[in-house]
């Protein structure tokens, strides 16, 4: 639909500049023209040069991803065209610097060429306002009010003086005449709409506030993509809500950091993506044996080792599940939107601090730096859960000495916090009630049997959290074709079921946010209720179908994929459409 | 300053320490006892942290919190702790393959962010709890079970190390010495920074150095001046003499006073900003 629902795209050398910025320019602009937006982005390893893109998808309704074709692409440089025309829908529009000509250009689609780089450069002597000179185009083109990019550039710079502004609203200008020259064919258009009461927030962002929220008091981390504004964020903004961000040597440190953080009494967290996670994963083990809350927030990049730093995919599951050695207890949690990064967080820190146990989020490059309009948060609303602490008054020990690991129905034992009566040490040896090492036969048994207990808490988490459920069933109760999904690739899910409605299709989903411990009955049962069930996720061995028919018992279709960019709809649209169509066959 | 046996037995925990009779470690154990008692320390106010070996036991024979961390972690932990707290009374306890094997990364990060803390370094010259491999402080005259012949590594000095990596306390002591090592902890513990101890500690049962360093340990000279970080250099490196007492002392911000001067920079830039005020202003 050409009026307020389309994709753009920016694409082109980051050496050329100011590509990321008039992607994120665009999506504010269109959201305070009421609309919703939501953005992805990749950009290139390299330090300096390589492709940037940054898309931008914008309607009147509730997006759910990041859309398949590009409808309108904004090419800075001949190579942006290149990468970018096998997305380009055959009868959108191409903007592009006319010191190229697009080859292979569909005869369906618009193309209009201008002078760009050479109206920042020559005529504005300032090169870098060259994204600037594109947003005054597209307002003229696509009637987006250039009052709407003024006010932004004004509420981006104004700090930094009027000459900067003054400077920016000339180029927009500029561009703004040069769209007006053009005598417009294509149908694309905005039209303004109320104002919606919205955030602008990323994934990452999005993080970041949720642990605030919680009452996160330590943060350590060490620089990684795509986590690293995570640490960028704590280490400007934790010390004003009074706490300690740290820079450390390595993430071997940052959870150690954690984990002593905890041990004091303090809520803590740490960042980081697939390579940091694995050496963490000792301290995994000792987080659980110590029974140390903990948060740990891996933003899955394409793996194994180094892999593609900037890529997204959702691989890292099997190693926040079953990573470490021996038997270790844990939650794991994975948000599917900028909501759900908020959301999740705290719900991750509640999770910690009532299980005593670490907590692993499992977010996504493609979710961390994409920006998304999301309703407001009600601070109010949060429920903010602390650990249960022991209090000798409370807590007689008849004359004993303090129990850290007391046995208990829940398996949670109250804790001590150094500075207060009830010293004992925290230890990573298998140990007795009294945390005094043991290792009687009876004693691992028992001690085992307790510190997963806690995690029956974890699945019972929506009494103490009412709302919560840990997983999401969409569409009815049987269908043909069921769909399980985790993460980010939920989005692409919600859409494609919709079409696959439309289309007369069967169809339900299930998202599960809580992918361990795992709701079992209700996987059990959807799988059950449903002819077939596909399993789509970014990954190349199936690890949450793996989990889903090891913890079930029954089979599900995996679909898999690992180029480092997320599902289309469309794939997960033709998946569905086929299994319904065997289903019907069988059937 | 000699302390009763009563006041040490309020650090004693019920846990009979795992140690081999004789282990230098006893005598670290019961100099700890004495200084935490010269200084008044309430137990419920010190944290004790440890790696892995026989020196990580020692937190659980204290009647301090302890955390009995993993092979080479304390530093992490222990910075942690501060991060949370920094009114706890912190003590690090670690062996000589925790300090400068498998953790001398940390070790290294630990000493320049002059954390306010005392390491213990409980140096007994190979791995004792894995019976008797050899590590970075292994003697070059030493064979072990995993160099039978004969070490192929250069021995590292660990005070030497400290100081250049940014220490602002280093010493040295002999764990047969109890009431010298009480004293030298003690200063530790007060110094304000990351204050560093040395222990010779022999391990009795797979290299027993207590005639050796009976032999070779010498008190500084009573002019040293230990603010001299050359002077310290060339006395921490001296392995014919191992000389022990205070090798270097000089001061510099705290890695606590460094946050909280962070705090109130952050403080002044964002004043009374609620996260409700932040979110707002990412309202479209």
């Given amino acids: ?587 | 300053m000699a302390v009763s046996a009563e006041v040490r037995e309020k650090y004693k925990s019920e846990l009979k320490p795992i140690w081999c009779p004789g282990c230098g470690d006893f005598g670290v154990l019961t100099a700890t006892f004495m200084a935490l008692g010269n200084l008044g320390l309430n137990p419920e106010e010190v944290v004790i942290v440890s790696g892995i070996g026989c020196s990580g036991r020692f937190p659980a024979f204290t009647t301090a919190y302890g955390f009995h961390s993993l092979h080479g972690r304390t530093m992490p932990v222990a910075l942690g702790v501060k991060a949370a707290n920094p009114n706890l009374t912190v003590i690090a306890v670690g062996g000589d393959g925790d300090t400068l094997a498998i953790g001398g990364n940390h070790f290294m990060h630990a000493c320049r962010r002059n954390i306010n803390l005392a390491y213990l370094l409980l140096d007994n010259n190979l791995y004792a709890l894995t019976k008797g491999q050899a590590s970075p402080t292994s003697l070059p005259s030493q064979t072990t079970d995993s160099t039978p012949y004969g070490s192929y590594e250069n021995y590292v000095e660990p005070c030497a190390l400290a100081i250049l990596y940014g220490a602002t306390f280093v010493a040295r002591e002999f764990s047969a010495r109890a009431r010298k090592l009480a004293d030298v902890i003690a200063q530790a513990v007060q110094h304000p920074g990351f204050a560093l101890v040395h222990i010779l500690s022999p391990c009795v049962t797979f290299f027993d150095t207590y005639d050796l360093y009976k032999q070779q340990i010498k008190e500084l000279p009573p002019d040293y001046d230990p603010t001299d970080m050359h002077l310290a250099l060339q006395y921490s490196t001296d392995m014919e003499n191992r000389w022990v007492g205070v090798l270097f002392k000089t001061y510099k911000p705290t890695f606590e006073e460094r946050i909280q001067s962070i705090r109130e920079k952050s403080m002044q830039r964002y004043q009374s900003v609620t996260l409700s005020d932040m979110l707002n202003r990412r309202r479209v």
């Fill in chain 1, 1 to 587: 639909m050409p009026v307020n629902e389309f994709v753009v795209r920016v694409g082109g050398d980051t050496l050329e500049g100011g590509i990321i910025r008039t992607g994120e320019f665009l999506a504010h602009a269109l959201a305070r023209c009421g609309l919703e937006v939501f953005t992805f982005r990749t950009y290139p390893a390299e330090i300096k040069g390589g492709q940037a893109m940054i898309q931008v998808r914008t309607a009147e309704r509730p997006i759910y991803s990041h859309g398949d074709d590009v409808d309108i692409l904004i090419c800075f440089d001949e190579e942006a065209w290149e990468i970018h025309r096998r997305d380009f829908n055959p009868y959108g529009v191409l903007i592009y610097d006319n010191k190229f000509q697009p080859r292979n250009f569909p005869g369906t689609a618009f193309a209009y060429g201008f002078p760009f780089s050479e109206i920042a450069k020559v005529r504005l002597r300032n090169p870098v306002s060259k994204n600037m000179v594109i947003l005054g185009a597209f307002s003229a083109l696509f009637s987006l009010p250039k009052e709407v990019f003024e006010q932004l550039i004004r509420d981006y710079w104004g700090r930094r003086g009027e000459k900067v502004v003054n400077a920016n609203i000339t180029a927009l200008n500029e561009g703004y005449e040069e769209g007006k020259k053009v005598e417009k064919e294509d149908q694309y258009r905005i039209e303004v709409r109320p104002m919606r009461d919205r955030l602008i927030l990323s994934g990452n962002e999005a993080i970041c506030y949720g642990a605030i929220a919680a009452g996160c008091k330590v943060f350590a981390g060490y620089p990684i993509t795509p986590a690293s504004d995570i640490l960028e964020w704590m280490m400007e903004h934790l010390p004003h809500f009074d706490g300690t961000p740290l820079q450390v040597e390595d993430e071997i440190a940052a959870i150690g950091a954690v984990l002593g953080a905890s041990f004091a009494g303090a809520k803590a967290m740490t960042a980081t993506s697939g390579p940091g996670f694995s050496l963490m994963t000792e301290f995994l083990g000792h987080a659980a044996m110590a029974e140390l809350p903990c948060v740990i927030a891996d933003i899955q990049r394409a793996g194994p080792s180094t892999g593609m730093p900037t890529k997204s995919e959702q691989s890292d599951l099997y190693q926040a599940v079953y990573g470490g050695h021996g038997d270790v207890p844990r939650v794991v949690l994975a948000p599917s939107t900028v909501q759900g990064c908020f959301y999740v967080t705290v719900h991750a820190f509640n999770l910690a601090e009532l299980c005593q146990s670490p907590v692993v989020i499992l977010s996504d490059q493609s979710l961390a730096h994409r920006t998304e309009t999301i309703p407001p948060i009600d601070l109010e609303k949060i429920i903010v859960i602390d650990r249960e602490i022991y209090d000798p008054t409370f807590h007689s020990e008849n004359g004993d000495s303090y129990r850290r690991y007391r046995l208990s129905e829940t398996g949670v034992s109250p804790m001590s916090i150094p500075g207060r009566q009830g010293s004992y040490t925290a230890e990573g040896l298998e140990h007795d009630e009294f945390g005094h090492p043991n290792w009687e036969p009876e004693n691992h048994m028992t001690m085992s049997e307790k510190r997963f207990r806690k995690l029956e808490l974890a699945i019972r988490y929506g009494e103490f959290y009412p709302g919560f459920e840990g997983f999401r069933w969409y569409g009815p109760r049987e269908a043909d074709v069921g769909v399980i999904v985790w993460g980010s690739t939920a989005g692409a899910v919600r859409e494609a079921i919709e079409l696959a409605e439309q289309d007369g299709i069967s169809v339900a989903a299930l998202h599960v946010s809580m992918l361990y411990p795992l709701h079992r009955e209700v996987v059990r049962r959807f799988i059950n209720s449903m002819g077939r069930v596909l399993l789509p996720e970014l990954n190349f061995t199936g690890q949450f179908a793996h989990l889903v028919r090891g913890e079930t018992g029954l089979d599900v279709v995996s679909y898999t994929k690992v180029t480092g960019v997320p599902f289309k709809v469309r794939e997960i649209y033709e998946a569905i459409k086929e299994l319904a169509r065997e289903t019907v066959a069988v059937r």
